[in-house]
């Protein structure tokens, strides 16, 4: 299996500073088609997840163009770059390149 | 919109059965795969199943194979979690999410909750 590993697994941030999660898997999650099957959750207080990024940088619909997410092979970033109040709850990595699909622990986004 | 709507959580014994569903609206539901994810009470997500958009490809997470059947009606609209055999660590939300090619779990239902106590 896939293991995904996020740091930090807390992030204590300002409102109005950026934000990074970073993600990395054991193994590549390029898949035979060419495609990279990274995916960002958001996971609000209570509610339950929410698609955020896709295939590593694409945003989803409706998502806010500061959070934007990139990297490659075995490395992935996640960033936001001004935090507003919303953006508090718990980010999750995950790839569906392989079965089984596997999401990393999750970073708990705080705010100061 | 999409909507996904979970149901038949619950408290059951361990070693029982239970049956959940999700009743999708809002898209053409026998044009997407579908998945079941859960989450044990303050821990993170766990993939659990996946159905293709016809019924004839399913995958599972190790921890509930052999024990757990995906399952879907497409006349209905709906995907069920078919449960057996349930242990005090199958306690959890379990969400359906539905799956775009290339976009994994696109639109999430709210959850159904399943405790496995004595």
């Known amino acids: 299996d896939i293991v995904m590993t996020q740091t930090p697994l807390s992030s204590p941030v300002t409102l109005g500073q950026p934000a990074s999660v970073s993600c990395r898997s054991s193994q590549s999650l390029v898949h035979i088609d060419g495609n990279t099957y990274l995916s960002w959750l958001q996971q609000r207080p209570g509610q339950p997840p929410r698609l955020l990024i896709y295939?590593?940088?694409n945003r989803f619909s409706g998502v806010p163009d500061r959070f934007s997410g990139s990297g490659a092979g075995t490395n992935f970033t996640l960033k936001i770059s001004r935090v507003e109040a919303e953006d508090v709850g718990v980010y999750y990595c995950?790839?569906?390149?392989?079965?089984?699909?596997?999401f990393g622990q999750g970073t708990k986004l705080e705010i100061k | 919109q999409v909507q996904l709507v979970e149901s038949g959580g619950g408290v059951v014994q361990p070693g029982r059965s239970l049956r959940l569903s999700c009743a999708a609206s809002?898209?053409?539901?026998?044009?997407?795969?579908m998945h079941w994810v859960r989450q044990a009470p303050g821990k993170g997500l766990e993939w659990v199943a996946v159905i293709s958009y016809d019924g004839s490809d399913k995958h599972y997470a190790d921890s509930v194979k052999g024990r757990f059947t995906i399952s879907r009606d497409n006349s209905k609209n709906t995907l069920h979690l078919q449960m057996n055999s349930l242990r005090a660590e199958d306690t959890a939300a379990y969400y359906c999410a539905r799956d775009r090619y290339g976009v994994p779990f696109e639109y999430w239902g709210q959850g159904t909750l399943v405790t496995v106590s004595s």
């Open positions: 809002g898209f053409t539901f026998n044009s997407y795969a």
């Open positions: 995950t790839q569906a390149t392989q079965f089984p699909h596997t």
């Open positions: 295939k590593i940088s």
